[in-house]
């Protein structure tokens, strides 16, 4: 071995080597001239010189580059912190954000607008505006659901248009001039849908139609022709050529004259403004059949118990049989999309009861046949739908693992990896000796993807197809992903776009809610059937499960530094489900922040929440209330 002095001097040598590898030479104009150093001694009070280079420290602080906005959300576990990027598909989320706690999420996709028109009488009655609130409240959910972005307008949008003034001067009876300033309300607005707020759309996610009005593609003016004037779509300038053209019709030249013939076009196919228009105008799209229109024509041919009471006397009540029937109709066209039933996903099931009294729960909420004033009627773009039988609900079932189908609508429970340890091991608390010497790795991932891979994928693999599973294209309307830590689950209404059953029948058969009451509930389904060659554990046992689970609980979201710790060694001997965790955890949160800053926006317009009568942070209460 050299001597000391000459290791020092390689040791010095090889660190400038590599400096000057990594960051250059420094420049010559950085070092002060001899003249400038003269200068400088003789004259203090000037600038000082140039300082002399340094060696870049790795070890500096620097700033995080900028956080996303409302990409976290409070939580009593811990914040929960979300980053949207392409790269959601890598197994571990802290390879992209470097940082252990944020998760990286698929881009938030853009929602389409959605309109509708809503003008309230002005010396109409409390009661009734609360209950046509009611009613947009449930077309604002069902649209949402959908993947649209639901706005209601008014006479105040339609002021803002620059033909607002002329439509003033033609003094149309009351009729006529609510369709125009409807039409200058749209027009204001630009681009989109126009829907009549009793226009709900009524199929599959992926239906033919709600595909294309996502996609924001509208080339031609256009409406569907088994809805009468109940959807409009189109381009902004093709909306206000529309209107230009319509008030240029020859009937508005005199409106005397012409008075009833202005009247009568109301009553034609298409409504007043089509009627106004040519027909090369408003193309008529034919094929459309995943929308609902419950206009006054469908609701007295095919609802009459709700047309004898839609009326002055007796509005109130005949508005919220019609709010209970499309809602009912919702719940129905649910069921019958997935026509082989629930499937709540329960790996490791022998200690896990306590685990999935949720899941079940809103499983239990989702088969029960919906609270109807007309039980066995159909949505009236679905008039051979299968109606729900209480004596034969669709299929509830527990399944060990997940499984891809698109029939089959599954609620899974992620739980973090010290709970499902401490229920799987039933152990009150864990330790370093015991995961390194007795627990496995990562088996709520593995249990929960073994049908789909079968044994031989890693945890990685795993990983990448359940973040598929969860955010897939389709998968947000057919799959539901809990975390075992909340004991409450918010906007569920709107996840689903239909209240859920909030009261059941007392026994085995329909009833209804009070002896005034037209309303027809039914009893709740039974508890699922136990999985096969799983012992049912005794009550006793279910209580220990309760207790374990409150208190690995009560360990996530300690702030004992050395229960801190445990955590944090549980999260690192099981990566992928840690991994699980975080990513259901984040994706529930930015569903609930992006809904909650919309209604934020929306809730001073007709069919807010608080207008409605809604709690406006828990949906529509009841069972479900939100504690975020």
Known sequence: MPPRRFQLLVAIIFFLIITLGLFGPPSSTDIPTVEEVKEKIKNPHIPSLPSLPSVPNPFKPVHKPPVQPNSNSSSSYRAIEWFNDFKWRNPFSSSITLEENRAVLPPLKERPPIYTFYDAKGKQDKAVSEAENRLILAWRRAWWAQGFKPQVLSRAEALKHPHYELVQRLKLDSKMELEMMRWLA??????????????????????????????????KLARIETLSNGVFFGEGAAINGAIKKALDNPLFKNITANKDKIADLGNKEGGAMVNLLSKDDIIVDSKADGIAYYSNNTISSNYKPLAEKITNKIQVEGLDLLANLINSHLHLTFQNIFSDGIAVVKPLPEHTTALMYEAIDIARNLTQCPTSPIPKSCPPNNFKCKPCDPAKPIKLQLQSSYHNTSTLYTIGTVPHPYTLNSLHYTRDTLDGNFLRRNANRDQWIFEATKDLLGEKHSGQDRIIHFKEAVVAA?????????TAERESQADLDWIFGFNLPQVASENSDPSSPSDSSELIIFPRPAQPEPQKNVEVPEEKWIRNEEERLRKARDAIKSKDRRMQDVVDMVEKWNLADTEAWKFARAWSARRRVERRKWEEDEQKFAGAERKAGVNSQGGSGGRWIDKL
């Open 474 to 482: 389709h998968s947000p309307s057919n799959s539901l992903w809990l």
């Open 186 to 219: 749209w027009g204001h607005m630009g681009s989109g849908i126009l829907a009549n707020w009793l226009a709900l759309p009524m199929a599959s996610y992926d239906n033919p139609m709600l595909k294309f009005l996502r996609r924001k593609e509208y080339p």
